[in-house]
Structure formats: C-alpha cells, structure tokens
Nanobody, 123 residues
C-alpha cells in the first residue's frame, strides 16, 4: 500500500515536499516512481529510483527543480519540488513496481499506486 501526502497550494516560485509511505513491502525491493496528471492532460512520468537505490532521476522538464529521494529506514519515497511554476499544477501519484521492470518510465510497469496528492501552484 502506498500513501502519498504533502500536496497543497503554493505560490509560483515556492517549494513543496511530497512523501509516499510504503507499507507491506520494503522500498529497497521496489522500483519507485512519481507520475503526475495535470488538468485535462494525460498522466506523465516525473522520475524514479530503482530498487537498488540507483537513481534514474527526473525528466528534463523538471530537472534542477524536482528531486527524487528515498529513506529505506522510513520506507518512504520523496519528491522535493522547488521553483514551482503554474505548469507544475497536477495530481502527483507515487507508484511501485514489484517486478523491477526495465521500462521504468511506463505506467504499465507499476503494479501499485498511491491515491494521489494535489499540488496547486498559483500565480
């Protein structure tokens, strides 16, 4: 089970930190990812960390502003978001892949999903 939290309303240029608490499995056995879905758009891949801890990273559009990390001790995935802009407004989902698929950017690779947490960036 994945429980995402930390979303909210923030002004452009501000920061937010999202968390995804994992239960039932240990995070170092899972590929973990963040996806997001903006209003009226398809869900898109944001970034991921492999089960081994090696960091695939984030997509180019958010590089330098969004950072993915994890705590094995807390069994939690994080998404640190800085310099937010209006285009970052979306529901953010954490996802887990217990099969450790090679296709890490594809939604179908992930067999467990959190409920989503809404991030709204205002101008």
């Amino acid at each position: 089970q994945l429980q995402a939290s930390g979303g909210g309303l923030v002004q452009a240029g501000g920061s937010l930190s999202l968390s995804c608490a994992v239960s039932g499995r240990t995070i170092n056995n899972l590929n973990m990812a963040w996806f997001r879905q903006a209003p009226g758009k398809e869900r898109e891949f944001v970034g991921m960390i492999r089960w081994s801890g090696s960091n695939y990273g984030v997509v180019d559009s958010v590089k330098g502003r969004l950072t993915i990390s994890r705590s094995v001790a807390k069994n939690t995935l994080y998404l640190e978001m800085n310099s937010l802009n209006i285009e970052d407004t979306a529901v953010y989902y954490c996802a887990a892949d217990s099969r450790r698929s090679v296709a890490v950017t594809l939604q179908r690779s992930y067999d467990h999903w959190g409920q989503g947490t809404l991030v709204t960036v205002s101008s």
